[in-house]
């Protein structure tokens, strides 16, 4: 056994999320071999929360078939995308807005749940909280006596920081004003906390920040979308065809303003009633997420059930998925926010391979 050919063995693994060969991704990096002992070093695109592991596994059963006495280690190193951001993002990989066309769907819902499903599988997140007229992050993680901290610099600027709850970072409008004091702001004033909220908080180092919109497309979201280099958007919806028709004019709206669309998620897809596990009933209709998103070509990323602990949870201050017991509906959101990584990787994929093609 030695390196060239265990790296022969390696070199028809499949990455994936990204459909290529790890030869092609040009992912192995070196492989080392002292007696038994194999060590494979890859280089591969982030977020590798998901695609570390199957990759781990991939590459032991391609060696292990042929040298099955070998005691096989898997180093993967993340491949760091070079994207210009503002001071306060700069040690952000991962920008992911929650957006939708209607209000309702359950935007926060999700947003708070995704945050806490990428946590819980070990990345560093952030939750800003972009509802500037109708903040719920605060309720949602329990945070909503909390007040948000900020200092001035030496010459008069403020920064902020972020609250944290269950290992999320969380910045929301809601700690620096009462609830209903937004809804009597007038726009200037909520324009300038919405700057405030994006350009003065101090996120440090994250894997993912993610970004919980106000329902519809007016002037945050084009804000939000062209002050921010974000890796993409994901956009909720019910089944219902009224919700749907909004869905079109949101996915319309970031394709307008080149945001990558990473995909539909359907939520309140149907419900399984306690008693009957067995039963599904569609509510509000059958199918109609994964429809508009074949409508536009963008990736359906799954559904989510409707459960009454979800809605429990986001009420006493606590991310559903999180709970031991979620079992298969919290398998829905864990599902979802593995796509939803999948696809930020294939964005930053595109992106790498766009400056790689700059630099020829
Ligand atoms: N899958 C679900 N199961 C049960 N209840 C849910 C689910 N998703 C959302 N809810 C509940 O539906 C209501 C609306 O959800 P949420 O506040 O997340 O929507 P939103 O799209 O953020 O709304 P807005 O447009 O006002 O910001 C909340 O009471 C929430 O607890
Ligand atoms: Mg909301």
Redesign the pocket.
Same mark, same amino acid.
């Given at each position: 056994m030695n390196s060239s050919d265990v790296q022969r063995l390696l070199e028809p693994i499949i990455d994936s999320d990204l459909g290529k060969t790890l030869k092609e991704l040009s992912a192995i990096h070196s492989v080392e071999i002292a007696g038994h002992r194999v060590r494979v070093f890859l280089e591969a695109v982030g977020p590798l929360h998901w695609i570390a592991r199957r990759l781990d596994h991939d590459c032991k059963a391609a060696i292990l078939a042929t040298y099955p006495e070998a005691d096989v280690e898997v180093l993967v190193r993340e491949r760091v995308v070079d994207v210009k951001r503002s001071p306060t993002l700069s040690g952000v990989k991962n920008l992911i807005a929650v957006s =939708?066309g209607k !209000? !309702? @769907? !359950?935007? =926060?819902? #999700?947003a708070a749940n995704l945050a806490a499903a990428l946590a819980q599988r070990g990345a560093t997140v952030g939750l800003l909280d972009a509802?500037i007229y !109708?903040p =719920?992050q605060p309720t949602m993680y329990g945070l909503a006596e909390q007040s948000m901290r900020a200092e001035k610099t030496p010459d008069g600027k403020i920064i902020g920081y972020p609250n944290e709850a269950y290992g999320v970072k969380i910045a929301s409008i809601g700690f620096v004003m009462q609830r209903d004091q937004a809804a009597i702001l007038r726009g200037p004033m909520l324009a300038g906390y919405f700057t405030m909220l994006v350009e003065q908080i101090t996120w440090g180092e994250l894997d993912f920040l993610i970004f919980?919109l106000?329902?519809g497309t007016g002037d945050i979201q084009l804000t939000l979308t062209q002050r921010i280099p974000l890796t993409g958007a994901v956009v /909720?919806t019910t089944p219902q065809e009224i919700a749907l028709a909004d869905v079109r004019r949101s996915i319309q709206m970031f394709e307008k303003v080149r945001v990558n669309v990473l995909g539909v998620i359907e939520? #309140?897809s149907y419900f399984v009633p306690p008693d009957l596990p067995d039963r599904k009933y569609y509510i509000f209709g059958e199918g109609g997420g994964r429809s508009v998103a074949d409508e536009y070509r963008v990736p359906f990323l799954g559904e @989510?059930? /409707?459960? %009454?602990r %979800?809605?429990e949870g986001?009420?006493s201050g606590f991310p559903f998925v999180l709970d031991p017991e979620s079992g298969a509906m919290g398998d829905a959101f864990r599902d979802v926010a593995e796509r939803v990584a999948r696809q930020a990787r294939i964005a930053n994929s595109d992106t790498l391979n766009s400056q790689l093609q700059i630099d020829l």
């Open positions: =939708s !209000g !309702g @769907v !359950g935007k =926060s819902t #999700m509802d !109708g =719920s919980d106000p329902p /909720i939520n #309140m @989510v059930p /409707i459960d %009454v %979800v809605r986001a009420d």
